[in-house]
T-cell receptor
């Protein structure tokens, strides 16, 4: 299957600072990328959908000014957690949609980034 | 909200088939059923998807009932490395782009493969 990478894999930061997480589709172009968050022992929660060259669409309850998403190219999307607080500590996972016949697209996931805010 | 129901946990013996059920009684005619799994502290891994016909690939088989209200993921010869949380997901179409979608995860089934 297609490969999606994330960087960094793990980050520790101080409260009040901003953290940027990169998501790359390595062997395909992704017009649509998705960002999820996962707390311990819980399922993945979709945060936002981003399309290359346009604004991201955020799920209800997700603050767009706190979680800035940029999808500037067909292979790169970034998530910036601004003014991070301890409650933002979580496992952030991106995914990218590989194109295909309408209805046949497959979504591939990155390995995740574990964020710890002190 | 997730549109699927799965048992919270299952177990099977190594080398035996693992049959993971999923109920999706409200599925629409043009919605696909996707299966992913997540091994601890990793991103989800795509397994298989289908619309109405049974599907098979190198990882698993997907059996969808004729009324499409339920499906079963079959791992034919489970190994210890198959221990993971398995998610059955009905693809939700984005209203503004017919050919796109987003995957909404439910709580999944925690499969434990015993030696």
């Amino acid at each position: 299957g297609a490969v999606v990478s994330q960087h960094p894999s793990r980050v520790i930061c101080k409260s009040g600072t901003s953290v940027k997480i990169e998501c790359r589709s390595l062997d395909f172009q992704a017009t649509t990328m998705f960002w999820y968050r996962q707390f311990p022992k819980q399922s993945l929660m979709l945060m936002a959908t981003s399309n290359e060259g346009s604004k991201a669409t955020y799920e209800q309850g997700v603050e767009k000014d706190k979680f800035l998403i940029n999808h500037a190219s067909l292979t790169l999307s970034t998530l910036t957690v601004t003014s991070a607080h301890p409650e933002d500590s979580s496992f952030y996972i991106c995914s990218a949609r590989e194109g295909g016949l309408a209805g046949q697209e497959t979504q591939y996931f990155g390995p995740g980034t574990r964020l710890l805010v002190l | 909200d997730a549109k699927t129901t799965q048992p919270p946990s299952m177990d099977c013996a190594e080398g035996r088939a693992a049959n993971l059920p999923c109920n999706h009684s409200t599925i629409s005619g043009n919605e696909y059923v996707y299966w992913y799994r997540q091994i601890h502290s990793q991103g989800p891994q795509y397994i298989i998807h289908g619309l109405k016909n049974n599907e098979t690939n190198e990882m698993a088989s997907l059996i969808i009932t004729e009324d499409r209200k339920s499906s079963t993921l079959i791992l034919p010869h489970a190994t210890l490395r198959d221990t993971a949380v398995y998610y059955c997901i009905v693809r939700v179409a984005l209203a503004w782009m017919d050919s796109s979608y987003k995957l909404i995860f439910g709580s999944g089934t925690r499969l434990l493969v015993r030696p």
